[in-house]
């Protein structure tokens, strides 16, 4: 009630409806508020928060709806596909071809594929020509556990968030995140927010490798620091 919204954010607090959003766009955007320690709760499909956090909520949902799949229409046949613990570059290779195919799709709270259930026979097709997500290769970590390969990223990110250039820590970000594309759903973490993890992980490192002579566009060393600082932060809370 209000009395109680007014013990936890104070005087004044904002209230998004995220009702239209697919599971897994209100799952990541849960996950990115609690990376950024925004105090917030949920009533039903309802964000409330502080009304002094609305300029960073507001620039976090610009980034969920920039990367967020239009939810499925409420009332047609769904199918789920189990896929909630392949790793992020299985995740990524299929999400790919689901979309050059014309299929619509959203994941869900767990990180698995829903579609309408009229596309199953295509959908069955694209897993059909994909690796097997149990081969051992595939899963092959160079014997480091998730949390290892985020400590390393860690690491490395904090050095880079003061010496943008630093050559050493650039090859080892980029090799960890490597590593970390390859490591399936580990144990304890949400799907989200492992997915999460993950694309800031690779944004980050291909900002470190963009080079003009690929036509890419190639960050200043400022904006270099600011995204090596805010993944050192996020992973914090993860090593």
């Known amino acids: ?43 039903g499909a309802s964000l409330i928060a502080s009304a002094s956090d609305e300029e960073a909520i507001d620039l976090l949902i610009d980034e ?56 199953e026979g295509r959908v069955d097709a694209i897993l059909d020509d994909m690796p097997d997500p149990d081969d051992e290769e595939l899963q092959e970590d160079d014997g480091q556990d998730a949390h290892e390969v985020l400590a390393g990223i860690w690491d490395a990110s904090g050095v880079l968030a003061k010496r943008p250039n630093d050559a050493e820590s650039v090859v080892k970000l980029a090799g960890l995140v490597e590593d970390l594309e390859r490591v399936g759903l580990p144990f304890g973490f949400e799907s989200a927010v492992w997915r999460d993890l993950v694309s800031k992980s690779v944004a980050v490192r291909d900002m470190l490798e963009a080079t003009d002579e690929d036509e890419q566009v190639v960050a200043d060393d400022a904006d270099l620091q600011e995204a090596c600082k805010a993944l050192h932060q996020q992973l914090r809370g993860f090593v």
């Open 64 to 119: 969920v709806a920039g990367a967020a799949t239009p939810a499925l229409e409420i009332g047609r046949e769904r199918a789920v596909y189990a896929v909630g613990e392949w790793s992020a570059a299985m995740q990524t290779s299929l999400a790919d071809t689901l979309a050059v195919a014309g299929i619509p799709y959203e994941w869900d709270e767990n990180g698995d594929l829903v579609i309408y259930s009229e596309d």
């Open 1 to 43: 009630d209000a009395d109680e919204l007014k013990k936890v954010f104070g005087d004044e607090h904002v209230e998004y409806d995220a009702s239209e959003w697919s599971g897994q766009s209100r799952s990541l955007f849960d996950a990115m508020l609690s990376s950024a320690n925004i105090r917030h709760i949920w009533q």
